[in-house]
């Protein structure tokens, strides 16, 4: 038996039935490969010595028509404790400006994505905390979120170390959809 797609690429596919079973083989992999191969994957990274009440890394969506999907968070410090993942209202923004980076040609830097990234950031009150991880001292902590945490126009999401670190770093990779 053949089955065909109903998109515009033609997809085919052969499947066997065996004592009234289906039997197919299929290719699975994660959105955001698809999101890189178009060169639409992007990552914000804060990394230094701020302050502990200071807001390491928060990325807001800039964009009023599609929304910014989240992959993945990393987080690495100097020190042992606890990390406050959460989403403030619209703040002010009043923290370093962050360069994304296109994952897929990390090189190519003057195209940015519409959403804006800031490090140290201090104009945003901590609201809505949605995940507490623990990060262990010396090692990278990936929380895999895999487009779970949508953000629509204005939103965003914010990481915060809670224990004073002297070197920590922090990283949000999204796609637009």
């Known amino acids: 038996m053949i089955l065909e797609g109903v998109g515009s690429t ?3 596919t052969q499947a066997t039935i065996d004592s009234g ?10 959105r955001a490969a698809k999101y890189s191969i178009d ?4 990552a914000w990274c804060g990394r230094g010595n701020f302050d502990a009440t200071d807001t390491w890394l928060m990325v807001t969506n800039n964009s009023r028509d599609k929304l910014l999907r989240i ?11 606890r990390v406050q993942i959460h989403t403030p209202a619209f703040p002010t923004l009043a923290g370093t400006l962050l360069t994304a980076v296109r994952l897929n040609n990390p090189l190519q830097t003057t195209t940015q994505p519409d959403a804006t990234g800031y490090a140290d950031e201090t104009g945003n009150t ?5 995940m507490e991880p623990i990060v262990i001292a010396s090692t990278t902590l990936m929380i895999p979120i895999e487009g779970m945490i949508s953000l629509g126009y204005h939103e965003s999401l914010a990481i ?7 070197y920590a770093a922090a990283t949000i990779i999204g796609w637009f959809e």
Request: hydrophobic share 45%; glycine share 8%.
């Open 126 to 130: 901590q609201a809505n905390v949605i």
């Open 10 to 12: 033609g997809n085919r």
């Open 21 to 30: 079973r289906l039997f197919t083989d299929a290719v699975n992999s994660i």
């Open 160 to 166: 915060d170390f809670t224990v004073e670190q002297t």
């Open 71 to 81: 992959q993945a968070i990393m987080l690495a410090g100097d020190a042992t404790g």
């Open 39 to 42: 060169k639409q994957l992007w």
